[in-house]
Each structure stands twice: as C-alpha cells, then as structure tokens.
C-alpha cells in the first residue's frame, strides 16, 4: 500500500487556524458568562510518585498551581491515578533523595496525608491520592484546572523508543506496538481516536521529545499526517533536543518534517509545543525540573474541551519565558505580527523561519529586533510570482535568562505555531 494512504487513510481533518486576535490576561473565579478570549499558561507534561516522579501528585499540582500556572496535566506512565494505592515511606524518600514524606505532611498536615504501619519498624507506607482527590484540593474555577492524562511508552518492534502523551483521556489507553516507530505511532493514533468517539472527549495525542534516544526522525514525524503535534522543546536535560552532529536539533527537524509531510504527503504542519516532562521536585536533582518549559493557549474557557480545540486550531504557543500579548496572522495582506511583552531590559530578536517546498530544511527568512516584530509572505502559496513559502513561523529569543535554567540552552524563548499555510 502507498505510504501517504498507509499512514493518512481515515484520519484526514481540516483544521484552518484561526485569526490571531488579541486576549485578556486570566482572571481568578472569571465568571463562564463574561466568555473573553485570554492566555492560559499550562504543563501537559509532568510525572509524581505514580510514575517515576519524585513526588506525591497533590506536591506536584501545587507547585504548579501557586507558580502561576492555570492548567496541568499529570501525564505518569501507562497509568492513570486512580483507585487505591500504598507505597512504602522508604522507597519514596530514597528516589527523591530527601524526606519527601516529612515535607508532605508539612505542608497537608495528618488530616490530609494518609499513613499506616510503622516508621521504627519500616513498615510505614503512605497513600498516593488519586486524581480525583487531587482536585478537590487544587483546583479552582478560572484559576487552575487538572486535566487527566497519561504517557504511553513503549518500544517499537525495532527497538526505537515512542512516548506519546494523550491529554484529557477517560480511560487508560494500554501501549499497541508495531513493526516501527511509525506503526506504532498509527497504532497508538486509532487506540486514542478510538477512545476520543467512544467516550466523546475532546483528546490530543502529541509526541514526546523525539530525539530521546534518536527515537523518532523527522521523516517519521512527516509521514504519521494524522499526528498534528510534538514536543519542539522537552525541559529535561540531556533528552538531545538541541541535536548533535548526526541528528537535527528538534527546532530544525520541525521544518525537515513540515516540508515532507506538505510536499510529499499533501499534508498539514506539525504544531510545535514545549513541555516540562518535570520528574525532579525537590530541588536536589537538576536534569528534569519544573517551570522550564510550558503552552500559553488563547481560549475563552479554563475547560479541557476549550483548551483542547484551541491547540488543534493552533491558538497556541510554545515558550520557556517569553511572554507574547499577542500574534496575529492578517490572511489579506500575509503578514505575521507579534507583540511581546517587555521584561526590565532584556532585548528580544524575533527570527521568522519560513520553509520552501524545493528545500529541505527551514531558513531563516528574517531576524528583527525589538518587541513588535512582524514578516510578511510576498504572495500567496502556489503563485508563480511569489516566494515560494509554504509558511512562516516565528522563534523569538530573549537576552534574559529563564527563571529555571536549562543546560540545553541559556535564554528565555518562545515559539509560534506555522502560518500562511491554509489559504
């Protein structure tokens, strides 16, 4: 079977951006009635106790919650936090490398944080909440919301590794290997798609980090059209996004993918968001911290629906400290327009990345500085006067370095999503 039906078959999806208009910053208790577009600041990628992460999940949202974060997915490994579940005291402190437990019930107190057995004779478990729990202590209405979710990781039949977070999920959705990373990726695909129609929630599926482990190429990326998301930056250290001499940074492979999957496979670009993938709460560890990376998502409700159909409509962008006010995309006149907020005196330079389709790779259409950059296409897409662009996208850096430090790159950045491409 041709590869572009193989992998494209049943999941084509139009999905048109939508004019960048500008929003209000949030506010807490917002009333549902008042409905105004505004910036919601979110991690859909985070691990606790569940998982391999280092600390209890109401921990975990908290943090997130009181360091001005609206939404949070807790997206442990094939599992979903849910039912009944001791874990011993000991085995908790020794993976976070402090007492996790003392400064559990430090901050909860013995009402909330639930022991049995005995600390003297090594007996003393702790109960993990579940989600559901986890709520009723941190969530609050226009102000911080919990999104159920899961990562599902695995290997291919080849060996090469696949994680992909499914966000706002009903049930658990068990790993499908296949013969590849890209029948894997189908097969993971049709499992959530599945679930998505049966229990009618809005869900997205994006890929994690693909350079972990030179896991996923480019090339995989472009070929699997239905999977419309990936992780352009992955906060933790040493998972390879910024590349080596072999392997494309993961902002480069952005481009080599959108280019195949539009050219080759006639098919719509990748969206790219940034994530945390925190797992090191406590301060002690360095590789996989919280607050290095999240989405900023233009939507007029604090909801998983709204959330989630706003990113698929690509109201959305990625950074890991630059603030945008605003993007607008004018279609008449193609011209992209950032507005970026200022902070001290930090300088800004906005290079807007534009991709052809006789290239193979992205260049760099323009670099201006300042906080009201903006780039416009020359003609439309398909004419032969034009430029050629099959789209531009923006990728701003900042002199200012992020609150929480990255080995992988020293200053703040913010990513917007490809425009000009749907006419």
Known sequence: MNSRVLFASGFAVLLLLAAGRSAQPPQAGADPA??????????????TFWSDGDDFPD???????????????????????????????????RRAGVDAVAKYRKRFGDTWVELRGHEQEGTLEVRLKPLDEVRTLVEERGRFLMIESEEITGNAADGRALHMNATNIGELIPFVPGATVRDTMVRNLVAVEEQSRRTGRDTLLHVNHPNYKWGVTALDLAAVLPERFFEVWNGVDNDNDPG??????????????????????????????????????????????????????????????????????????????????????????????????????????????????????????????GTTPSYTMSAPRGTASGDGLLYVRAVVTSTGKPAVPSAEHPNKRAWSQPFGWAE
């Open 34 to 47: 008042a409905g105004s577009l505004r910036w919601w600041k979110g991690n859909l990628h985070t691990h």
């Open 59 to 93: 921990m975990v949202a908290d943090w997130y919650r009181t360091h001005g974060y609206h939404f949070l997915a807790l997206s442990d490994h094939n599992v979903l936090s849910r039912g009944e579940r001791w874990a011993q005291a000991r085995a908790l402190n």
């Open 244 to 369: 080596d001499s072999e392997h494309p940074d993961t902002d480069r492979m952005w481009d080599i993918a959108n280019i195949t999957r539009m050219t080759r496979y006639h098919g719509q670009p990748l969206f790219g968001l940034a994530t945390d993938d925190s797992h090191d709460h406590h301060g002690n560890k360095s590789r996989a911290l919280p607050g290095r990376a999240w989405i900023m998502v233009r939507a007029r409700y604090l909801t998983p629906e709204s959330l989630v159909r706003a990113i698929r409509a690509g109201e959305f962008y990625a950074s890991t400290g630059v603030v945008m006010d605003d993007i607008q995309f004018d279609r008449a006149r193609r011209t992209l327009s950032l507005r970026i907020q200022p902070s001290g005196d930090e300088q800004f330079v906005t290079r807007f990345i534009g991709a052809r389709g006789n290239s193979k790779e992205g260049e760099v259409l323009a670099e201006v500085k």
